[in-house]
């Protein structure tokens, strides 16, 4: 089970930081990533990492976003700067066992979401 945390309202150029804590089983050894949805659009790919701490970030939030990860709390996180009005989305943690970090369908676990809004 993931349950991701730390959503909300924040102005254009703040900031915010979102928690997902896996339980269950232990994700240490799998793919975590952080993928979005805003009203409308397609589900978009924003970061992930491997196990070995390689980190993976789309194109759109390169520089601004960056993803940890807590194997000892079994805890992931998005530390989310600069934030725009086109960040606003749901935001999900998901995990999967191995293989490609970019393909949402692709991931087996995922959380129920935690709501992101930026105004302007």
């Known amino acids: 089970q993931l349950v991701e945390s730390g959503g909300g309202l924040v102005q254009a150029g703040g900031s915010l930081r979102l928690s997902c804590a896996a339980s269950?089983?232990?994700?240490?050894?799998?793919?975590m990533g952080w993928f979005r949805q805003a009203p409308g659009k397609e589900r978009e790919f924003v970061a992930a990492?491997?196990?070995?701490?390689?980190?993976y970030y789309g194109d759109s939030v390169k520089g601004r976003f960056t993803i940890s990860r807590d194997n000892a709390k079994n805890t992931v996180y998005l530390q989310m700067n600069s934030l725009k009005p086109e960040d606003t989305a749901v935001y999900y943690c998901?995990?999967?066992?191995?293989?490609?970090?970019?393909?949402?369908?692709?991931?087996?676990?995922w959380g129920q979401g935690t709501q992101v809004t930026v105004s302007s």
């Open positions: 990492m491997r196990s070995g701490g390689i980190a």
């Open positions: 998901a995990a999967r066992v191995s293989g490609s970090v970019w393909q949402g369908s692709a991931y087996e676990y």
């Open positions: 269950g089983r232990t994700f240490s050894s799998y793919v």
